[in-house]
């Protein structure tokens, strides 16, 4: 039996050495990503082995051994016609540069969390799942509850936020409409709000989030020279309280995946309640596939050690049959980007 891995067939040895030796696989791409060899791997045409060591000062046996450990992972690909090692092309898989920033550039580099996680997790995963040995509440609190830990959350999701721009961008006439009030619920600090504010100047938006958070909306009003009147901040809990009516849309981003389905089920029906005839509820998460459970893959392995977050990625199928039950109609599913967004109106 053979798996694929980077378009190459890989028996499960290959992929067990693979994965044995991971930390040195993501060595090599960092040290790729910095030194800008994966820019001229991706030129419009495969490039020698004495030509990169020319353009990066580089020593071209040692830079050969290097590639030659990208060409095991599957991301660059050789051709040499003789054994001298000057001649032999490289050329970079499709997206390899792009994808490597996103998982290992400077928003990708592990936190003190991820490496707090490794450090108390790893090795110890089969007394974790006998429930012998967990992340200790103290270490990792859910819901937060601090002004610290409310901020450095906020700070982290707002650092993620490019790709969800970019989704929004590419449906904006689906989604937006001059003179609309929209209300982002768990809207973090605001970052996204003030784009959608200074792109569209047509809308005005406002953040629903805890009152601790207010701060944070304001400095990142400030930083985006906005008047209170275009990107408002309104104070609550939602799981204590309901939505706040006088919206035209409420939108839900990176917010429901970290809930219960019952508890997703019953903010989308409290949407429902907030919104007029008309209203339109905008959905945008990371859904679940193959691709994405791989991203989420620390993500999970640290949640092995928690209870206290349900956090998890789901099928879209599943939103779409929570706005159905919610009373929601039109239901659509918008995709094309690198987030797929689901949207619905109330009759």
């Known amino acids: 039996m053979t798996s694929k891995a980077g378009g190459v067939e890989r028996s499960p040895r290959a992929l067990l050495h693979l994965l044995y030796n991971g930390a040195k696989a993501v060595d090599v791409l960092t040290a790729s990503l910095e030194l800008g060899l994966l820019d001229s791997l991706e030129g419009p045409e495969p490039i020698t082995l004495a030509q990169l060591a020319a353009r990066h000062g580089l020593v071209p046996g040692r830079l050969y051994k290097l590639l030659d450990c990208l ?28 994808a490597t920033l996103a998982v290992l550039g400077p928003k990708g580099r592990e936190t ?9 997790l790893h090795g110890r995963l089969p007394e974790v799942l006998r429930g012998q040995h967990s992340i200790a509440p103290a270490d990792f609190d859910w819901p937060l509850r601090t002004p610290e830990q409310l901020e450095g959350f906020e700070t982290s999701m707002a650092a993620g936020l490019p790709p969800i721009l970019e989704a929004l961008r590419l449906h904006a006439p689906e989604l937006w409409k001059d003179g609309q009030r929209v209300l982002d619920v768990g809207g973090g600090d605001g970052s996204l709000a003030a784009h959608l504010s200074e792109e569209h100047p047509g809308l005005k938006v406002d953040v629903f989030n805890l009152p601790a958070t207010r701060p944070l909306v304001e400095r990142t009003r400030e930083r ?6 275009r990107l408002g901040f309104v104070a609550g809990d939602f799981l204590k309280e309901p ?13 429901l995946h970290d809930w ?13 309640t907030a919104l007029p005839s008309g209203g339109r509820v905008i959905i945008c998460e990371e859904f679940r596939t193959p691709e994405r459970l791989a991203a989420q893959f620390f993500w999970t392995y640290f949640l092995i050690g928690v209870d206290s977050c349900v956090s998890r990625l ?9 706005l159905t039950q919610a009373g929601f109609h039109r239901v659509h599913v918008l995709s094309g980007g690198p987030f797929e967004l689901v949207t619905a109106q109330k009759p």
């Not at 003190?112 to 108390?120: N, P, V």
């Not at 985006?224 to 009147?229: D, K, M, R």
């Open 243 to 255: 939505l706040p009516t006088g919206y035209d849309v409420m939108s839900f981003v990176r917010v």
């Open 71 to 98: 060409e095991s992972l599957g991301l660059v690909t050789r051709e040499q016609d003789t054994d001298a090692l000057a001649s032999a092309r490289y050329h970079a898989v499709e997206g390899l540069r792009d």
């Open 224 to 229: 985006f020279g906005l008047a209170p009147s």
């Open 314 to 322: 789901r099928e879209v199928e599943l939103y779409e049959r929570m």
């Open 112 to 120: 003190d969390r991820e490496k707090f996680a490794w450090r108390t």
């Open 260 to 272: 219960a389905p019952q508890t997703a089920q019953a903010l989308l029906q409290a949407a429902w």
